[in-house]
């Protein structure tokens, strides 16, 4: 007897929220007392091994050996100067990289040479890792000048006397809590002077700024919707606090503010757990949570733990659900068009959820894109956990990994939707205030096995333009370089009014649909009175339509329609443009040659702010094509088909 198969429509519509959810997740389930009841003293607490012995029965000698390497490397390198002119220069000339380069090149070095140090156990890095943290120590300012904009003297050198919490203080704080663990015996061996100066930095730099004046920081506003500063710098005072700090009365109550500080940031996150961030900066959000929730459930002996939680669970689950294929991952706003995710840290993550999904996203990453971990980077308290997790990943059975088929997020209004043809799709509804904006609302990316084909540009490099008043000056925020209309010559405006209406959202199986009116993302000046966009993907013929409907209030006198690539063009038949790329088969974008003139114009990728470019797409143009309507109506209907078409 034959099953008979129901297909049902499922139908959502959805306004932009970006809400905050009062949840307080954390802090809900445990209060002060709670904390202080839970937390291991700080003597017995020990997350790492400490002894040569200790690494040896945790980690193969191939990765101990790499880990000495990298410490003769370090111990090997000049420690790089910070003047006081290189740090004007992010004033002088915007110029926000050579500060950078020398400073986290510092705590790379460092965490290398402790490392080193620890798993060896042989003292002959130990004045190298004197060096390094005493330089450290000696900094005017931990974090960097791109954000000395908190200062009550404003941008420019740092106020020793006005201290503030950036991402970047908040980590060197980590790095040298972490110092402080594995080595901080052999430092007080070389003078009794060093592991108090550690703290006394620490204290004055992180702890006093945080405890005392938390409401100067809008990372710790509470309320508001925060970004992934409020993770980072929260998973980084936890960290610091629970292994730098003596007085228990003080730690556990610095443990249970930080908690606090977490909620914030989950209070922001709709039920579906997406972020507006995109997945590159999950790596510097949720997965910070991740970060603060495994310190806590390790300094608690398990008695902290919110894993069960739904809301948890979810976050975790957006990073694979915007994962494309190979390094690409959907990248609207400032988000990175290409990762190379962290293995060992998805698998830790999809482990401690039971989310085998994810764990296999995990085991797939590491394989691509693993080995042993550089410490060249962020986050680096997830490098040192992440080293514990390798056996344990290298011997886990080798499941392949299944990108979902979709994902709608109704929060912050993404969708992806994958064809069983190799189409991919993604786009958003959403507002134009998000964190790390472009004025895109209604943009899309389409991807064909697996590679691009209309793409989202991404953001060029950090500036001291990017974050100012100056942010929509740049060609790659604005909404003119991203798949959306030109009405009048006239794109999209930043703000929060700017925003999509009436997001319909409907997915049968073989198909998925949003539609959305963007007619509110434009200025009045436009003349948009509706905008309806359509767009769906039909997976059992293996097209995308992508459909306007729209009224004005006259007849322009411009209309265009805007599709971004990096794929090589062929406009040989007229009404036929084709997107060749070696690596994916030809897709085809039919139009009336009659209705429709097309030109393509290369973006010239001169100035300092262009050269992420060059990287994020290995290389290749980025091109425009501009179709312009050679008679525009005050209304009509605006229809767009890509396929395979024989």
Known sequence: ?????????????????????????????YTPDAVRAALLPSAEWQPYPRTAEGWKKALPDTVLARLVQNGETAASSAIPPISASLTLEYVRNGDRNRYQAASFGRRNRLLDLVLAESVEGKGRFADAILDQVWAICEESFWGVPAHLSGQKTGSGLPNVEDRIVDLFAAETAGV?????????????????????????????????????NPDRYGYLKKGAKVNNWNPWIMSNWLLSGLLLEKD???????????????DLYLNGLGNDGGTDEGPSYWFAAGACVFDGLELLHGATGGKVDVFTEPLIKNMASYVYKMHIAGPYFVD??????????????????????????????????????????????????????????????????????????GAWFPDVQVLTARSEGGLFLATHGGHNAESHNHNDVGDF????????????????????????????????TQSNFHNLPLVNGIGQKEGRAFEARNVKQTDTGKETTISMDIAPAYPKEAGIQT??????????????????????????????QVFMTTSKLDQTTPGRLIFNDPTHRPIELRFDPKAWRATVEEIPLTTPD??????????????????TATAPKASGKLSWRFGVFN
């Open 332 to 405: 609207f706003a400032d988000a990175d068009v290409t990762l190379k995710p962290d293995g060992l840290m998805l698998y830790r993550f999809g482990q401690r959820l039971a989310d085998d999904t994810l764990s296999q996203f995990g085991r797939w990453a590491y394989r691509a894109y693993g080995g042993i971990p550089s410490n060249n980077g962020f986050h680096r308290m997830r490098r040192v956990a992440n080293l514990l997790a390798i056996p344990a990943i290298a011997s886990a059975p080798a499941k392949p990994f299944r990108p979902v088929r």
């Open 1 to 29: 007897m034959k099953k008979l198969i129901s297909v049902v429509l499922l139908a959502t519509s959805f306004v932009a929220q970006g809400q905050v959810t009062p949840r307080n997740i954390l802090a809900t389930n």
């Open 531 to 560: 905008w309806n966009r359509s767009l769906r993907l039909d997976r059992a013929k293996n097209v995308f339509d992508l459909t306007d409907a729209y009224t004005l209030a006259a007849a322009p006198t411009s209309l265009q």
């Open 610 to 627: 262009d050269q992420a470019f060059k990287t994020q797409w290995a290389g290749k143009p980025i091109k425009r094509v501009l179709l």
């Open 176 to 212: 040298l809590a972490l110092t402080d663990y594995f080595v901080g015996e052999k430092l007080a061996a070389l003078s009794p002077l060093v592991r108090p100066r550690i703290y006394h930095e620490t204290n004055v730099r992180i702890f006093e700024p945080l405890t005392k």
């Open 248 to 262: 228990e009365s003080r730690r556990s109550a610095m443990t249970a503010a930080a908690m606090s500080g977490i």
């Open 445 to 476: 990316i389409l991807y064909a096995d697996g590679q691009p084909v209309i793409v989202d540009v991404g953001r060029g490099t950090y500036t001291a333009k990017t974050f100012s008043a100056k942010r929509y000056e740049l060609w790659w």
